[in-house]
DNA sequence: TCGTTTTTCTAGATCGATTTAGAAGAACGA
DNA sequence: TCGTTCTTCTAAATCGATCTAGAAAAACGA
């Protein structure tokens, strides 16, 4: 059972360890009939055909496609969004007949724990909400495997993405319009995603938030906004943040969460204190995942399976040329937002 | 850019090849000194570290577990308790700096669409919710990894699973103290996902279909259970399964969806229709995802992100020694039950 | 000073396949 | 019948590393 390779095939069968490997992958490079015997004996063998890694090294094709998958990878499986994505990707991937390949990108900042990216057998990689700069970015260029990335960023040829800045400036002036001019931003903190409490500029992880935060402020330029954490991107870290601001003395009129699911974790913070959303404190969000249009949450829908679908077939299929696509987004008003109460 | 490996960068330098190689795997096997030198120059001709295939091959080691992820990949995503699952075990794998190996299981039942599970190049595998007798499973056996599955069935030694057949008993229990002597169990067909409507038993996928409807069964002896499918594991085909029952002339008292996600379509379906669940036709989910809470649904409840967690161990930790694990459930009553009405 | 241990480095085999170039034989056309 | 083409199969090189065993040099102890 253990060690049959190739070779033993072939010297079982009595021909070359080429035609062994013929019969596997070209099988109009050999009599149907001997292809049959050769298959037999090897099912006879317990061979169970050509080990994955020797083929990965020959041929140059590992048949999978690695994705950076946030900065912790068990914590992006609790956002909806992420999950669509990966939803979509994992469509076109099937659709190739080729593997995903999580990679864990290792908490610390140091290099050396972006081990995975370093050593994992892949064709191409998808790159999904990595912070800029993050060591893991380095490695893969260095490797100059194809890459294709959510973010707009310079270290990637191809994206799918969506003008963040844009989006993020129609719910500011959205926000205008209901006369808000006091805002807490809720935004997941990389650095010292334990700590609950208010954020310095420099410590927004680049990437989305920092553009999301500029349309905002573009839109709202008359407004104070301030910036709160509650730790990672999670529902949790929603309920926290905004536990914070609420019990502090200086409430803002509205909460703008960075993500869908800390704007939900606002909301609930909200209920929990027997303030209704939209009324006394508007709350918003980012990404409308499906959870949004229940819980009623005012937010900037996005087409985020579509957004996995093209990522992958951006690596995958040889037929799509462009390197960079730009998807549609729109402002999806409901009743967690609403006027500014005047004071 | 192109070509350079460790012999290159052993030729610039003017060492061994083996000497290169430890400098990456062994630093403590060569100077500091040298070891910078061989590092410096590495970079300089953009050699980004030691093949991942050809170290796979060589070390046998491919730092990455293979996941057989339902039958359909991109379906699994909809699921929350499917997405529960995998949090679980990347938060191990990530522990145990492993990547996760996405394959897709290939849509017909052909042995040969299985490529990916042929090819991978993996250590072990997890598989969730594989159906009984999936030609990808012969492929694993005949391969001879590691495996862990979430199903305690004759072909992995290993395996994290809940008591399928009681689980469901205490939910017939549940449903036949209401009252509830005509149920119709809603459930995935794997064999014509597209169609909508009656089953045979023969058409249940055996894997934890069959073991909860033996459950239901021994626990419901005198009721009429009908089975009834709208398509593949998903909300929607959990609303056209029950949109097909409650359009027939000829209505449960209970509909029993097989996962909460069909449950909650088929709450959906009710709602439609004016009807109210618990008080007019009663549904129950199984798995109890985030969303059954919000929607007050009668289900099973069972720890899924531990499921995930201890099959990630089971494969990676070697100071885990139970091969095999039990985990409680219990019944969570909610309002989407309630008695049978007299007729 | 000499034998022993430790450190540092290397030669060469090996992991298990795929690929290229070409040999041997069969089939074919004229 | 002879040269040509097609089919079927093979020998040997190669993919890019890691591993084992051991050599050379340095450090050490008495």
């Known amino acids: ?77 609790s956002d909806p969004f992420a999950v669509g994505f990966l939803a979509g990707l994992a469509e076109v991937a099937e659709q190739f007949r080729t593997s995903l390949l999580l990679m864990p990108l290792g908490g610390e900042d140091t290099a050396d724990n972006s081990t995975a990216v370093k050593q994992a057998a892949i064709d191409a990689a998808a790159i999904f909400c990595v912070p800029h700069g993050h060591p893991a970015l380095e490695i893969l260029t260095a490797r100059g495997l194809p890459a294709a990335s959510t973010d707009p960023g310079d270290f990637t040829e191809s994206w799918v993405a969506i003008d963040e ?57 008359e407004a104070r906004i301030r910036l709160v954490s509650g730790g990672y991107n999670a529902f949790d870290s929603g309920v926290a943040g905004t536990g914070w601001v609420l019990d502090s003395q ?47 949450l005012t937010t900037i829908h996005q087409p985020i399976k579509d957004k996995g679908r093209l990522l992958g077939r951006l690596l995958l299929d040889p037929e799509v040329t462009e390197r960079q696509i730009l998807l549609p987004t729109e402002l999806v008003v409901r009743a967690s937002s609403g006027p500014a109460p005047k004071n």
């Open 250 to 296: 200086d409430r803002p009129t509205a909460i703008v969460g960075l993500s869908d699911v800390q704007a939900l974790g606002a909301m609930e913070a909200l209920r929990v204190r027997g303030l209704v959303p939209g009324r006394d404190i508007t709350v918003t969000g980012f990404d409308d995942i499906p959870a949004a249009e229940q819980a009623g």
């Open 1 to 77: 059972m253990a060690g049959v390779t190739l070779k033993t095939v072939a010297k079982a069968v009595g021909v070359s360890p080429s035609t062994v490997s013929n019969a596997y992958n070209k099988p109009d490079q050999l009599s149907a009939a001997l292809r049959d015997r050769i298959l037999a004996t090897a099912h006879e063998l317990g061979y169970a055909g050509p080990d994955a890694s020797a083929r990965a090294l020959r041929s140059g094709k590992a048949g999978s496609i690695g994705v950076l998958f946030t900065d912790k990878l068990s914590y992006a499986f």
């Open 165 to 221: 800045v844009a989006a993020a400036a129609s719910l500011g002036e959205h926000l205008t319009r209901l006369g808000h001019r006091d805002v807490v931003v809720l935004l997941d903190n990389a650095r010292t995603p334990g700590s609950t409490g208010e954020l310095e500029p420099d410590q927004v992880a680049s990437g989305n938030p920092t553009l999301r935060l500029e349309g905002l402020r573009k839109a709202m330029p």
